[in-house]
């Protein structure tokens, strides 16, 4: 972790400069130069500051950087010659972690910045376990796809941007025909083979800008952004073909098919009721014989 260190004595920095070797360290005369690499949100870093700077003090860029929204917490360190009680308070009140009196005890330094580490380390163990958390909440397990929950708002969102640019978005829906058939008779562990099999050409063949989701058992949905009726034609040809291939996609060759909606969106109505009228279409498409796409 990075050790910032802000002081416009050139003895203190000096002193530092000693008392901080082999850690990395970068050192400032005044807060506005320290700015841009506090800015830099890469990292989390330990920042030692003087209260006592040119222009503005170290509190007023302690207070200047607790205002702001950052991922990587900064860990401060007050500097300073004043040793009242008060003024310790006022310190840690506007948002420094702790606070050294001038002059200090190497010792007592190393054991401040230890202390620093440590609530990092803790904080960075943190942000880790509620990203981990994110990706379970928005994220189906078997497939790595967006889950239901996850697609709403980032479909509510495309069609914000299709209403503004006044362009086309396109539901698929697709369902594995006979699938319990599979799971009753060659287990849910080959199950979960053809799923994950369907999850891989659906990502495979949709683009960067597509939504692709499991939203139920068997049940996928993809919306298609800028594409119209042709579009998702040709990508759900693109689809079946792969599948088709099955002896490439699984590792027991079983053929399997998918059955697929396709409905073009009326901007004018929600999401939701886009989302039924594709499975409208694929109902019809089941309907139909299984193993084709049917349009609203």
């Known amino acids: 972790m990075k050790v910032l260190v802000i002081e416009d004595s050139p003895l203190y920095r000096k002193m530092l400069s000693s008392q901080l070797s082999g850690l990395t360290v970068e050192f400032y005369g005044d807060a506005e130069s320290a700015l841009p690499t506090i800015a830099n949100d890469s990292e989390p870093m330990v920042m030692l500051v003087d209260w006592e700077l040119p222009g503005k003090s170290g509190l007023e860029l302690l207070e200047q950087i607790r205002k702001r929204t950052r991922k990587h ?14 003024d310790i308070v006022d310190a840690l009140a506007t948002g420094a972690d702790d606070y050294l009196v001038k002059p200090f005890n ?3 330094l190393q054991a401040r910045i230890q202390v620093a580490f440590r609530t990092l380390k803790l904080h960075e163990e943190l942000i880790a376990a509620n990203e981990r958390l994110n990706v379970l909440a928005s994220e189906d397990p078997l497939t790595s796809l967006m889950n239901r929950r ?13 209403r503004r640019t006044h362009s086309h978005i396109t539901l698929v829906m697709c369902d594995l025909d006979k699938f319990k058939d599979i799971n009753d008779t060659l287990g849910h562990s080959v199950g979960d083979e053809v799923l994950q099999a369907v999850s891989r050409a659906l990502k495979c063949i949709s683009r960067g800008s597509d939504l692709v989701a ?7 949905l ?12 040709v990508f759900v ?3 079946q073909e792969r599948i088709r291939k099955a002896e490439e996609i699984t ?15 009326d901007l004018e109505a929600d999401e939701q009721t886009a989302i039924e009228r594709a499975d409208t279409a694929l109902y019809e498409a089941k309907r139909g014989g299984r193993d084709q796409y049917h349009v609203a």
Do not use: C, Q, T, W
């Open 73 to 86: 917490y900064i860990y401060a360190i007050v500097l300073s010659a004043r040793d009242a009680k008060n």
């Open 106 to 108: 190497d010792m007592e």
């Open 150 to 162: 996850a697609l709403m708002p980032a479909f509510a969102r495309e069609v914000k941007r299709a």
């Open 214 to 220: 499991r939203i139920g058992g068997d049940e996928f």
């Open 222 to 233: 993809v919306v298609l952004s800028g594409s119209d009726v042709r579009g998702a034609v």
């Open 237 to 239: 040809g693109r689809v």
């Open 251 to 265: 590792s027991l060759a079983l053929p399997f098919s998918l059955s697929f909606g396709i409905a073009e969106m």
